[in-house]
């Protein structure tokens, strides 16, 4: 889609509020990856190590 969003003179956002919140994104399904995906790999290792 070519659609661009407008400009809201209510809500101005500037690049650096929106870098910031990218990378609070990017950093939140980070985190969410590794306690989802974490936990069952060292269960698994420690069940293979006893």
Do not use: E
């Amino acid at each position: 889609m070519t659609n661009q969003a407008k400009p809201n003179l209510r809500y101005p956002a500037c690049p650096r509020v929106q870098r910031i919140q990218d990378f609070l994104l990017l950093s939140s399904f980070g985190l969410w990856a590794a306690v989802l995906g974490l936990p069952p790999v060292l269960a698994l290792h420690l069940l293979m190590t006893n």
